[in-house]
Every structure is written in C-alpha cells, then in structure tokens.
C-alpha cells in the first residue's frame, strides 16, 4: 500500500506541475487564434474594398471590418505594435475624406513606426507620402511640402539619389509647387527629375511617365510665356547629358512641341518620329501612325500640301502591315488620302484607293441583312467621302448607287425604339 501511495502521490506531483504548463498553451492557443480570427476579418476587408473601390457603402463596410480586425489586433499585439500600422493606413485611406477621422489615424501609424525607429524603412517612407496627399487634398500645403521633402529624404537614403522610383515622388512635389505658384522650387525638381533620367540608362522605365505628367500639369497650370523658355532650357541641358539623338529626350520634346508655335512644333515632332524610327519598335510600329497624323495636321494648318500627302501615305503603309490590307482600318487610312487627292485634284490617285475601300465595304458588310461586322462609323464616314470623290469627278452613276447604299446602311445601324 505504501508504494502505492507513493506512486500516486508521485503521479499527483506531476499533475500538479502540468497545470501550469497547460494555462500557457491555453494563451498562447487562444493568442493564436485570435490573430487567425483578426488577419482573416483584415484580408476580408481589403478584398471587399477593392471588389469595388469607389463604391460608398462597400467602402464603409470595409473599413468597419478592418477596425474589428484593429481592436482584436490591439488586445493581442499591444496598442503600439508595428502590425497595426497597416491596418491604421487602411481605415485612414477609407476615410480620406473624413478629416476627424483621418487624420488621427494617419498621425497613431506614423508615430508607431517612429516609435519603432523605422525611420529608414521604405514603408515608413510610403506612409509620410500618402499622408502628405491627404494634406494636399485638405490644402495644408506647407504641411505637405515638409511631409513630402521629408519622405523623399528617406526614399534617397534608402534607393539611392539616381533611383528611378524617386521621380514618382518628385512629380507630387513638382506639382505642389506648381499648384503655390513656387516656380523657383519647380525648376530645382524639374532639373533633378531629368539629372535622374539621364543617370538612367533604360529611357523606357514606366517611371518616365511620372515626368510626362508633371510636365503636362505645368502646360495645364502656368503661363506659356513662362513654361515655353523653361521646356527649352530644359531640353538643352537634357542634349548636353544624353546627346541630340537619345530617346530620353522625347518627354521633353513632346511638352516642347505642345506648347511652341507652329513652324517650330513641325520641327520638333518631325525630330520625335526620327528618334522614334531608331527605337526597338522599328520604322513600321503602328504607334508612329499618331505621330503622323499629327505631323500632317500641322503641316495642314501651314498648307504644305507635299508633306501632307507623304505624311499620310507612311500611315496608309505602316497600318495596311500592321492590320492588312482589308481591314476597315486600312479603308479609313484611304479615305484620308483620298480627301488630300480631292483637295489637290489629283483624281487618278485617288480611283485605286477608292475602289480598294470600296471592296473592304464588301466584306465589311453582310449584304444579306445589312448586319455591320466591322466599325460602323468609319464605314459610313469613308462611303461617304468616296461618294464625294464620285461626285466630284463626274461620277454621277457611281456616286448614286454609293449614296443608295449608304442609306440602307444608315438605317439598318441606326438604334431602334421598341414599342410596347
């Protein structure tokens, strides 16, 4: 009996350890389960949020969700964990226009990762931006001038001061300046934005078009007395780092040609098309179409006829390659060149064009039930024009069959109104 109570009483000590043991599994059990329970209602949040991003109420239920998720986050992790930062950005970025509620949010995350001395990190960084557009969009404009140099600080020690990431960053400092009319501020990034492109050697980065958009926010918002020597200077400084010829230069050149008058906007895009023939795209790539067209709208405004018809008939060829040649976009590239034939008379130039428009139209159209299978409205538009060149050149016969045609074409395309 003896050893028998001393074993029980043996198994009993251990028992009696054990429950300790238990209790902090417990915790630690009930600690992780309350962070499934938060991360799932987070992830919930967002996914909700961004099934439909600018719908109000699905905005609202987002956010109310992510602040249940906040207060479990909090019991779990402490107020001032480092986890809470992203869910306090993501109740603050429902609530940007709420100000009462915004803001203190905005302020608890970036005084947590201060807190944390993330002061080099690149999040923190990405938070003193977003704070600084919502100071921007409350006007708080010297508030978001320091919120901004401050952030892009952080993105130089950390990227580097040649980083092409940084010129997004600089284009909401550019545009801050230009909105407080600091033009003196402006140039300084203006400058730096380029130094950054031309210590690039990939002219293609997407971060390019961060340095298009400031430059157009400038044509929108100041003086062209002002922005016109200021895109000069610029593109001469940029020639000087990357040479006359570079693909760096076309944003400048572009913002140039936008702005000049019309001889040297001629120059100046007939100088975008040659660099754009050089790129990797080739002389044949169907975007150097737009660059065409408006070289010809130019010229057209100057009455050089000449370089209208040259300008239009490289479209005609690079969309007829790109597209083939029975495409209605090749028809409607014809038409074109026809008007130009019509307005210089040159009739016999223009018949082979019409008659292979014209033979698109019959594939365009189901003769049957005057079904369109291509684009309606570039149909009619190049029918009508040959109808004119019909007409024009003392085709009275063929130009009546054509104008016949496009009436049953106009009625079957035009939209019904069911009776009920």
């Given at each position: 009996?003896?050893?028998?109570?001393?074993?029980?009483?043996?198994?009993?000590?251990?028992?009696?350890?054990?429950?300790?043991?238990?209790?902090?599994?417990?915790?630690?059990?009930?600690?992780?389960?309350?962070?499934?329970?938060?991360?799932?209602?987070?992830?919930?949040?967002?996914?909700?949020?961004?099934?439909?991003?600018?719908?109000?109420?699905?905005?609202?239920?987002?956010?109310?969700?992510?602040?249940?998720?906040?207060?479990?986050?909090?019991?779990?992790?402490?107020?001032?964990?480092?986890?809470?930062?992203?869910?306090?950005?993501?109740?603050?970025?429902?609530?940007?226009?709420?100000?009462?509620?915004?803001?203190?949010?905005?302020?608890?995350?970036?005084?947590?990762?201060?807190?944390?001395?993330?002061?080099?990190?690149?999040?923190?960084?990405?938070?003193?931006?977003?704070?600084?557009?919502?100071?921007?969009?409350?006007?708080?404009?010297?508030?978001?001038?320091?919120?901004?140099?401050?952030?892009?600080?952080?993105?130089?020690?950390?990227?580097?001061?040649?980083?092409?990431?940084?010129?997004?960053?600089?284009?909401?400092?550019?545009?801050?300046?230009v909105k407080q009319g600091q033009c003196a501020?402006?140039?300084?990034?203006?400058?730096?934005?380029?130094?950054?492109?031309?210590?690039?050697?990939?002219?293609?980065?997407?971060?390019?078009?961060?340095?298009?958009?400031?430059?157009?926010?400038?044509?929108?918002?100041?003086?062209?007395?002002?922005?016109v020597p200021l895109f000069e200077n610029m593109?001469?400084?940029?020639?000087?780092?990357?040479?006359?010829?570079?693909?760096?230069?076309?944003?400048?050149?572009?913002?140039?040609?936008?702005?000049?008058?019309?001889?040297?906007?001629?120059?100046?895009?007939?100088?975008?098309?040659?660099?754009?023939?050089?790129?990797?795209?080739?002389?044949?790539?169907?975007?150097?179409?737009?660059?065409?067209?408006?070289?010809?709208?130019?010229?057209?405004?100057?009455?050089?006829?000449?370089?209208?018809?040259?300008?239009?008939?490289?479209?005609?060829?690079?969309?007829?390659?790109?597209?083939?040649?029975?495409?209605?976009?090749?028809?409607?590239?014809?038409?074109?060149?026809?008007?130009?034939?019509?307005?210089?008379?040159?009739?016999?130039?223009?018949?082979?064009?019409?008659?292979?428009?014209?033979?698109?139209?019959?594939?365009?159209?189901?003769?049957?039930?005057?079904?369109?299978?291509?684009?309606?409205?570039?149909?009619?538009?190049?029918?009508?024009?040959?109808?004119?060149?019909?007409?024009?050149?003392?085709?009275?016969?063929?130009?009546?069959?054509?104008?016949?045609?496009?009436?049953?074409?106009?009625?079957?395309?035009?939209?019904?109104?069911?009776?009920?």
């Amino acid at each position: 009996m003896n050893l028998i109570s001393k074993l029980f009483n043996q198994s009993g000590n251990q028992i009696k350890h054990t429950p300790c043991n238990d209790s902090v599994s417990e915790k630690q059990v009930k600690n992780l389960a309350a962070e499934t329970v938060w991360t799932k209602l987070y992830t919930n949040a967002q996914r909700l949020r961004n099934s439909d991003y600018f719908n109000a109420s699905i905005r609202n239920e987002s956010s109310i969700m992510a602040q249940q998720a906040l207060q479990m986050a909090e019991q779990t992790l402490g107020p001032n964990h480092l986890t809470l930062v992203e869910i306090l950005m993501f109740i603050a970025n429902c609530h940007s226009h709420e100000r009462a509620i915004c803001e203190p949010l905005f302020k608890r995350a970036l005084a947590i990762q201060e807190e944390h001395r993330e002061y080099d990190q690149p999040h923190f960084a990405s938070n003193l931006h977003k704070y600084a557009i919502y100071c921007v969009g409350n006007k708080e404009y010297d508030l978001a001038e320091t919120v901004y140099i401050r952030a892009i600080n952080m993105f130089e020690r950390n990227l580097g001061p040649d980083h092409p990431d940084l010129i997004f960053y600089l284009n909401q400092l550019a545009e801050l300046y230009v909105k407080q009319g600091q033009c003196a501020q402006l140039e300084t990034i203006l400058y730096r934005m380029i130094n950054i492109i031309g210590h690039n050697p990939d002219p293609a980065c997407d971060k390019t078009l961060s340095f298009d958009k400031t430059l157009r926010f400038c044509e929108l918002n100041l003086p062209r007395i002002y922005i016109v020597p200021l895109f000069e200077n610029m593109l001469s400084t940029q020639e000087k780092m990357v040479g006359p010829n570079d693909q760096r230069l076309l944003s400048c050149l572009y913002a140039l040609a936008r702005v000049s008058q019309k001889e040297k906007t001629v120059l100046l895009y007939e100088r975008v098309l040659a660099i754009e023939e050089r790129m990797e795209t080739g002389a044949d790539h169907i975007n150097l179409v737009k660059i065409l067209d408006t070289l010809a709208q130019e010229c057209r405004d100057l009455t050089q006829c000449t370089k209208i018809t040259l300008y239009y008939k490289r479209a005609l060829e690079i969309t007829c390659k790109t597209y083939g040649s029975d495409n209605i976009e090749t028809a409607y590239r014809m038409q074109i060149l026809v008007r130009i034939y019509m307005h210089t008379k040159n009739y016999e130039l223009a018949e082979p064009l019409v008659k292979g428009a014209l033979e698109i139209f019959e594939k365009t159209f189901d003769k049957n039930d005057g079904n369109v299978v291509g684009t309606i409205s570039e149909s009619i538009t190049c029918a009508t024009t040959i109808a004119q060149f019909y007409r024009q050149s003392g085709k009275d016969e063929e130009a009546n069959e054509l104008e016949k045609l496009l009436k049953f074409w106009t009625y079957w395309t035009q939209p019904r109104i069911k009776l009920r």
